[in-house]
Structures are given as structure tokens and as C-alpha cells.
Nanobody
Framework: QVQLVESGGGLVQAGGSLRLSCAAS????????MGWFRRAPGKEREFVAA???????YYADSVKGRLTISRDNAKNTVYLQMNNLKPEDTAVYYC??????WGSGHGPYGYWGQGTQVTVSS
């Protein structure tokens, strides 16, 4: 059983920055791909970024150049650095861990966190 806990969300003005964290417990996730997703009000959940166990990264076109995914295997934690935030980035952000090791972080996913709210004011 793996527990994922997101933190770091909050209210920020457009152009500001936040860093989200996703701390895993119950199992070491260093060899597992992990992903970040978001769900904006009234919209479907969408992919934001993913990182493999080896550190390769993938991004949605809408966030390239502004958001950066990284991981600290010693802390069993994945991060999402969010810069130059826009009102359209407002959403609940979720992290997920691949069900199987050595994946790309695109799933299938074994566990999800509860999410953290990010609100960007204009």
C-alpha cells in the first residue's frame, strides 16, 4: 500500500510561483514513474507532467517552459515547480504513481493522492 500526500498549494497572483510536493510513504517509489494531473472546475482531469524512475520528464504542451517536475529519491518525494502561473492554471493538482516499476509515469497508475488546491488570481 502506498500513500501519496500532496502539499504546497495555495492562492497566488498571476505571474507568481508555487512548488508542489508529493510525498510517498509505505513503499520506496524511486524506481516508479510518477505523474501530476489537475482538474479545473467543470473540466475533466488532465495530464500535466510525468517523470520516470531514471529522471526523464514529459509535459503537457500547455505547461512547457513554466512547470518543472523533479524528484528526490532520498526523500521519496516528487515536486512540481510552477512558475509564471496563469489564472487558467487554477485547479486541484493530484500526483499518482505507476502501478508497475520502470514505467514512464503515464500509468496505469496504482495510487493517487488526495490533491492540493492551486488558485491563481488575475
Amino acid at each position: 500500500q502506498v500513500q501519496l500526500v500532496e502539499s504546497g498549494g495555495g492562492l497566488v497572483q498571476a505571474g507568481g510561483s508555487l512548488r508542489l510536493s508529493c510525498a510517498a510513504s509505505g513503499r520506496t517509489v524511486s524506481s516508479y514513474g510518477m505523474g501530476w494531473f489537475r482538474r479545473a472546475p467543470g473540466k475533466e482531469r488532465e495530464f500535466v507532467a510525468a517523470i520516470t524512475g531514471g529522471g526523464s520528464t514529459y509535459y503537457a504542451d500547455s505547461v512547457k517552459g513554466r512547470l518543472t517536475i523533479s524528484r528526490d529519491n532520498a526523500k521519496n518525494t516528487v515536486y512540481l515547480q510552477m512558475n509564471n502561473l496563469k489564472p487558467e492554471d487554477t485547479a486541484v493538482y493530484y500526483c499518482a504513481v505507476d502501478r508497475d516499476p520502470w514505467g514512464s509515469g503515464h500509468g496505469p497508475y496504482g495510487y493517487w493522492g488526495q490533491g492540493t488546491q492551486v488558485t491563481v488570481s488575475s
